[in-house]
DNA sequence: GTTGGGTTTTCCGACGTTGTAAAGTCGCTG
DNA sequence: CAGCGACTTTACAACGTCGGAAAACCCAAC
């Protein structure tokens, strides 16, 4: 039972709409007018009704960021990039995460909070090229990743071709010849996986390498767990190495520590760099070297692009790409002694 | 412009209310007639505005998440676990981060998006005793931490002393006598720190060990940063130890690394333990033995409590105080060969 | 063919806010 | 002192939904 601005109102002695005016910082209200109603305000503890706010204006002042899951570093890192860069325009962020596939993915699209949201935010997952139609919907919406390209929507990616390639030119400059590509899915062309793999092989052909098929470690899905097991597999088979690229780095720490284990040295035996620059890098042993696709620029282009289309400025733009720039981290698993 | 139950109305030929009816699976509507609702809605792709039922019913539909900082793994984990919670109970999470001191958490308090929720799931970092009146707000709110004891509010805890208690048992089973306690805060009574060095002193006097204010390490914020820059101090000052309970995995990892680089041998010159089994544990090298606090456990329980004050089904209830069971997690940081 | 009872549907208003347009106030000019 | 414009304030309606009560409908029983 809070007070609304008819209380506000009566107490100050003034119509509910001069209480609006304050409020809204509306420019003609009499300076002791707009005292009086701030003083009513103050003693009955008013605060605006934003549920109403929204049935009238038609917004609710959030935003919507749909992630594959929290409790991957990366997501948790990128959600607070992007909490921080809606704060600055006054935007609340709703976390919505999917787990589940496909099916799950579609009926968040389709659930009833998603119309609640001024704009959306998502980080496409399980859905593929072929499922474009069901990005058309009334919400701005503003694709991160690279599941899905030529979708009708704003979307903002990053360096995954030439990151990896950075990353693998790196490797080689410090001596590596047999490096492992982790994190592999076969038969993808487009999609992190396939992206990051074409940046592998592009560094390889430049430096007059032989690609070696033996030498791709296939991971599923790409968690610490699944880097560790794909590469106990590929220890397994006893095929030579010296150095690994993952394509991110929770597979990357997951497989050091494997290495670790069999008793190879990083880097001295086999040098390692990941991708994503979490924070964990800068604190396991040894640090990892990684690809930091400049996630705080991705956060700021993305909230940047998407209210742009919430506040219309852009109706007739044509659907626009970003792809903030990315850059080689150095740590001590690819530094050699 | 999507559609609205008017529209739906309009097509299926019924008034507006007899769409409500349906949407609402009011129990008096003909079958023929709900079923030419139900097309109508197809049709029109309507969805209901989730405002304007806000304003109608007062409820929102989602609950607040305060929490200091999702780039921390536990709160990140925390939050999964909460979500999956309020899933199950038709719930939303809105997460808000707190990272900026008091004043900002009063504001966040205080701020117009929290009276826009039905309920207040709130992680207190920087309130203390003090400021318990800041809590009697007429949203329903349930505490989450330890910052705060006696608060007319239901709260969620866990076993600070016990777990940290458990641990150091741990530690003095597998032969520790020199066991460093990482993560104080001098002359904090109750708070994370101040519980857990408690349980820490209780294991020693159990176990008829001189409490020793030399292994007692102060790290401010529990970061990974933090616990590495604390250890480095104290390998400084040459304090002999052979075992660290640290009061959170973030600097027990941190530290580790650190007594790794200094040459000494993890578990068998030093046994580490953290607390809060955060996914983290499971792959570091070694992996991390940790306190698992009942992290689903507390989840559920939180938004059990906040539903209950939501529903009012327990308006004349006092303050509960959950408190579920936490438990040893034992691995390799503490199994000598 | 009327009555009675339950079932189904409609009508009306309210939730709290804000845009629009109209009304009111004030000081100054001619 | 009427008239004008600029500044203030107000009245009203509308945003989309749902609770309550009234109205309409249907069928069976008398």
Known sequence: ??????????VAGVSIKTVSNVVNDFPHVRPSTRQRVLDAIDTLGYRPNLAARGLRSGKSGVIALIIPDLRNAYFAE???????AAAKRNLAVFIQQIGGGREEEI?????QRMTAVDGILYSVLALGEDDIDLLQISTPLVLLGESIFNAPNDHVTMENVEGVRAATDHLISIGCRRIVALGVHPGEVI???GLRLDGYRQALANAGITFDDDLLCVSGSWHRSNGAAAMRDFLGRGVPFDGVVAFNDAMALGAMRVIQESGLRVPDD??????????ETRYSLPTLSSVDP?????????VRLLCERIDQETELVPPRLAMPASRVIRRESTTRS
Do not use: K, N, P, Y
């Not at 990128?78 to 921080?84: E, H, N, P, T």
């Not at 009926?107 to 659930?111: D, P, S, Y």
């Not at 705080?296 to 993305?302: T, V």
């Open 1 to 10: 039972m809070s007070a609304t601005m008819h209380d506000v109102a009566r």
């Open 78 to 84: 990128l959600a607070d990039s992007v909490m921080r």
């Open 107 to 111: 009926a968040t699209l389709r659930g």
């Open 191 to 193: 999609g992190s996986a």
């Open 270 to 279: 086999v040098a390692i760099i990941g991708f994503d620059d979490i924070d």
């Open 294 to 302: 400049g996630r705080d620029a991705i956060a700021e282009e993305a």
